[in-house]
């Protein structure tokens, strides 16, 4: 059975630190694209960062750029978010999606299959 989980959110101050990681089982994630995406309270789902299968090109949202950092361990068969200056409004449940499609939009959560639960990310002062 192919699934996703999400770990490492919590509670953080503006200006720290927080690294998501997302656990592939049941296939090997290394031949996926994978996304990150972010759903605040009343609001859309957002593409935030992308890495692809094979070289590992990553694409990230402008919010998030000079900020986050998508990463992978093929060896662990995790994907990583390292996420450094975080700002209250980047308060949402984060989520990761796989797929094996050709993807057109990389930020775009439709192209994506294969979703995991979430791991929610607050930001306070």
């Known amino acids: 059975q192919l699934q996703l989980v999400e770990t490492g959110g919590g509670l953080v101050q503006p200006g720290g630190s927080l690294t998501l990681s997302c656990a592939a089982s049941?296939?090997?994630?290394?031949?996926?694209?994978i996304g990150w995406f972010r759903q605040a309270p009343g609001k859309e789902r957002e593409g935030v960062s992308y890495i692809s299968r094979g070289r590992g090109l990553t694409v990230y949202a402008d919010s998030v750029k000079d900020r986050f950092t998508i990463s992978k361990d093929n060896a662990k068969n995790t994907v990583y978010l390292q996420m450094n200056s975080l700002k209250p409004e980047d308060t949402a449940d984060f989520y990761c999606?796989?797929?094996?499609?050709?993807?057109?939009?990389?930020?775009?959560?439709?192209?994506?299959?294969?979703w995991g639960q979430g791991t929610k990310v607050t930001v306070y002062s």
């Open positions: 049941g296939f090997t994630l290394e031949y996926y694209d």
């Open positions: 999606a796989a797929t094996n499609r050709d993807v057109e939009d990389r930020l775009h959560a439709d192209e994506y299959d294969y």
